[in-house]
């Protein structure tokens, strides 16, 4: 009887003290979404840019347009990435479109992942990886890699569309 009764008091000490534990990073990212998610949209995203798309076509209309290209890698299964995409929906990360051509490429084409490495270099091997770059493919502001807040993203487009700023 004893056996049972500590047993019991063992499996209810560690229920509570798992129950009072901080939620693991995807509890973190899921309830960020949810909150996210429901405040109203307010802008649109593009979509990925198409597998058969040309990157550097892309890079030169922004050139010509006088924008730079505002460009994030990552996938749909990504909590992070949809974060960072809800960001931009929800209005709490805008992009001036008179600045920016914002282009979505996905993680999991070789070529569009080829594109984004060719210029920038993660700080690490979370997504999304966002950067800023100039019609030319040079990097304008050092990449973000994982997960970030909106004022962080403004900052990024902020620093790369200040020319005392660039290297």
Known sequence: MKKIVLTVACAAALFAAWADAAPSPHEVVRRQLAAL????EKAEIPPYLPPDADFDDACQRAKKEGKLVF???GREAC???QV??????????KIDEKKFAFIRLSIDDESQRNYFLS???PM???LPYVGVMDGDREEMAPCLSGGHTAAEYAALLKR???PSTQH
């Open 79 to 81: 909590g992070r990435c």
């Open 84 to 93: 960072f995409y809800e960001y931009v929906k929800r209005g709490e990360l």
């Open 160 to 162: 790369a569309a200040d």
């Open 124 to 126: 690490d091997r979370h």
């Open 119 to 121: 210029t920038f270099t």
């Open 37 to 40: 998610r429901a405040k109203p």
């Open 71 to 73: 460009v994030s890698i």
